[in-house]
């Protein structure tokens, strides 16, 4: 441990983020054993959260509270990326019938930070807040082509490629050249890579740097979602990404001008 990290702070965090993948809740003794502390530790690490109200005891088990959540929104709401690009993730889902989503890197995966259902019945979409793989999702394969592709080595250095489906890419050669075909052809496709029977695609957003800051995506059931309808879809989604990035060079821009 660095030499001015403060250990019970640290253990709160990573009680938290434990927290965190656990929905269902855990018991003390369930945190105890995942943090490897001593129980006395674990119980005023518990006190202590509940009474900040970042955590919550339900019977016998902890869940993260409602004061933790707040933040986590906070953090959300307070992106700016993120609002402006909300009315465009809406508008993508209503143009295309499937849901659309917003995702953003973060610590080696892709963060959806926003989802609008599809307007139609048979649909599929993981929720604000879950974290997908980089190497088998659209918006993953985004980030790995536009960011992390001098250093995908790195990347991968202590990490196994999870295969999730018989089409997930699971060596580092073959998803260089899929990253190659991302960055010609300007957007991601997870074909049936991360669930058997889903088709993903993802275009980059940038900011006025022109640097990939997020993707926008689709996801759909294969059956509703074609490979023959690849090429509009991309189509729409790139004018999606254009539109995020007018907005935000525009917003920018009056921004500058009142504080400059």
Request: charged residues 20%.
């Amino acid at each position: 441990m660095e030499r001015y990290l403060i250990p019970g702070v640290v253990h709160a965090c990573k009680l938290l983020r434990i927290l965190a993948t656990h929905d269902s809740g855990m018991t003390s003794q369930q945190i105890e054993s995942a943090l490897g502390l001593p129980r006395t530790t674990v119980f005023r690490l518990l006190r202590t959260l509940c009474a900040e109200q970042m955590l919550e005891k339900r019977n016998k088990k902890y869940f993260c509270g409602a004061d933790l959540m707040n933040v986590g929104l906070q953090v959300i709401n307070s992106d700016r990326l993120h609002q402006v690009a909300i009315p465009h993730v809406q508008r993508l889902a209503l143009t295309t019938g499937h849901t659309a989503h917003l995702a953003v890197p973060h610590h080696g995966s892709a963060l959806i930070v926003e989802v609008f259902d599809s307007p139609h019945p048979l649909r599929v979409a993981s929720r604000p807040g879950v974290r997908a793989l980089m190497h088998c999702s659209s918006t993953g394969k985004i980030f790995l082509a536009f960011l992390y592709y001098d250093n995908l080595e790195l990347m991968f250095e202590n990490k196994e490629m999870e295969k999730r489906t018989a089409n997930t890419i699971t060596n580092l050669d073959d998803l260089r050249k899929e990253l190659q075909r991302v960055m010609a052809i300007g957007y991601a496709m997870d074909n049936r890579e991360y669930h058997q029977d889903v088709r993903c695609l993802a275009v980059p957003v940038r900011d006025k740097r022109g640097v990939v800051v997020a993707a926008i995506g689709i996801t759909a059931p294969a059956a509703s979602f074609t490979e023959a309808q690849i090429p509009m879809i991309a189509s729409q989604v790139k004018e999606a990404a254009c539109a995020i990035y007018k907005d935000v060079y525009q917003l920018d821009s009056v921004i500058q001008d009142k504080t400059g």
